[in-house]
T-cell receptor
């Protein structure tokens, strides 16, 4: 049972344009969501998070949007840079799961110069 | 501040053997979680340790075990290795237990032949 799904295995965008990565979840007990970025041969790096009491959180070029009714979140990167090319993982947790993060399968983002 | 360190980075073992992986958390972090990453299953939670006690456990067989020392360093052990145990094993640390925001190490790549 895949409780967190990232339906796009890959995304390719031009430098300077917007990158939108999507994530859907099924478990209504999830109330905290995170995005991680992963380069080859490195561990995931925490990017940005959002609590279910918010619908938007911004940090520089990165913005996460949460639509609780649709059980959907998205990560916007504006403007995209070649150094953003990596695998992006969506993760979720909740009060009952505590430190246990449930991850999506990841989306490979490629930003072309 | 130094990040999470994991040793060894690469390991090759034979079916039936056992293996021990080590993780040193970020200084001041007292919680350590372990995850397994495989191409087929993605990132899956193994367990979390805090104050030398296992606080949370994923759905893995008893061959997977761990422990934490008084200095917060953690080890993970896999006994009777199977081919399917070949994976990237990631350790993540956080300041406290039940914390959603976790910081990952580079991982240990285990290959079972």
């Amino acid at each position: 049972d895949q409780q967190v799904k990232q339906n796009s295995p890959s995304l390719s965008v031009q430098e300077g344009r917007i990158s939108i990565l999507n994530c859907d979840y099924t478990n209504s007990m999830f109330d905290y969501f995170l995005w991680y970025k992963k380069y080859p041969a490195e561990g995931p790096t925490f990017l940005i998070s959002i609590s279910s009491i918010k619908d938007k959180n911004e940090d520089g070029r990165f913005t996460v949007f949460l639509n609780k009714s649709a059980k959907h979140l998205s990560l916007h990167i504006v403007p995209s840079q070649p150094g953003d090319s990596a695998v992006y993982f969506c993760a979720a947790s909740g009060e009952t799961s505590g430190s246990r993060l449930t991850f999506g399968e990841g989306t490979q983002l490629t930003v072309n110069p | 501040k130094a990040g999470v360190t994991q040793t060894p980075r690469y390991l090759i073992k034979t079916r039936g053997q056992q293996v021990t992986l080590s993780c040193s958390p970020i200084s001041g972090h007292r919680s350590v979680s372990w995850y397994q990453q495989t191409p087929g299953q993605g990132l899956q939670f193994l367990f979390e340790y805090f104050s030398e006690t296992q606080r949370n456990k994923g759905n893995f067989p008893g061959r997977f075990s761990g422990r934490q020392f008084s200095n917060s360093r953690s080890e993970m052990n896999v006994s009777t290795l199977e081919l399917g145990d070949s994976a990237l094993y990631l350790c993540a640390s956080s300041q406290r237990t039940q914390s959603y925001e976790q910081y990952f190490g580079p991982g240990t790549r285990l290959t079972v032949t």
